[in-house]
């Protein structure tokens, strides 16, 4: 694919930043502005400067590994992916959705949180959604509550998503709500979530849940997610269970996570 736009990464270490503070330049007619990589807003504005950035330079594997690991658990069940219902979480500008489109999934939702990811879902994958909401989770009236369960949703994925101040726990709890019972989860988080040396709420929320009776673990794979800016592999896990009980309501309570 010819490179649409002109970027530069910083003359810095990029490795001494996180990954929600990383930052390239864009060179533009207007000048040359700056964006960090979670301006997804501006990001989405332009098209294909998504896909240039994550997926040509730092080589992206993330919707195609959790996408792959999920069709792989339901060839091992007695369930055709065909069948399912999926809700994506943090859908972006549909890069999961179109996996998942071309795995011919029966209903395919998308959530973002923001409109320009809509938008840009709108213009560059049309199609691919049935529906797609801009919402936020930790806060849904109850009406959207209604309309949202009335698609009967038996599988959740939410791909490069979770953790570094992008989509919070309750909104996760929320989204796994909408899942059957004996519905399905694909997400992947960096591996640093799933180490006991991490006390962030949301990496505790996740070892809980993985570990809990409320998940069945089908898979758990660690691979290169992608690149940083410096070229040094990011290891994330991709994970894939089944949703086997319902979560009560006071589980980040009981657990102590905020
Ligand atoms: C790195 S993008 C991933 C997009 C897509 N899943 C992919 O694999 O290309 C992360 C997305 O999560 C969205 N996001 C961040 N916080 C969110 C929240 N609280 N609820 C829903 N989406 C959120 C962002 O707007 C962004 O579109």
């Known amino acids: 694919m010819a490179h649409l736009h002109r970027i530069q990464f910083p003359p810095a270490d990029g490795n001494e930043l996180s990954q929600d503070e990383a930052f390239f330049y864009l060179v533009e007619e207007e000048g040359k502005r700056r964006l960090r990589f979670h301006d997804y807003d501006q990001i989405y504005l332009r098209p294909g400067l998504y896909e240039q950035i994550f997926y040509e330079r730092l080589k992206c594997s993330s919707p195609q590994k959790v996408g792959e690991l999920l069709r792989r658990t339901l060839e091992a069940s007695d369930r055709a992916i065909s069948e399912l219902r999926v809700l994506d ?101 960096k591996e640093t979530f799933l180490d006991e040396s991490d006390t962030s709420g949301f990496s505790r929320f996740i070892r809980q849940l993985i570990w809990s009776e409320y998940l069945k673990v089908s898979h758990l794979e660690r691979y290169q997610h992608r690149l940083s800016m410096e070229g040094t592999p990011l290891s994330y896990y991709a994970l894939v269970g089944q949703k086997v009980a319902e979560i009560p309501d006071d589980f980040l309570e009981k657990h102590d996570i905020l």
């Open 89 to 189: 979480l943090g859908a972006g500008n549909g890069l999961m959705g179109e996996v998942l489109k071309n795995y011919g999934v029966a209903r395919l939702i998308g959530v973002d949180i923001i409109q320009e990811a809509k938008v840009a879902t709108f213009r560059d994958r049309p199609g691919i959604y049935d529906e797609y909401y801009v919402a936020d989770f930790t806060d849904l009236s109850d009406d959207l509550i209604e309309e949202i369960s009335d698609w009967s949703i038996d599988c959740l994925t939410s791909v490069a998503a979770l953790g570094f101040g992008d989509i919070p726990t309750s909104a996760f709890l929320q989204a796994m709500r909408f899942v059957k019972t004996g519905g399905y989860v694909a997400f992947n988080i």
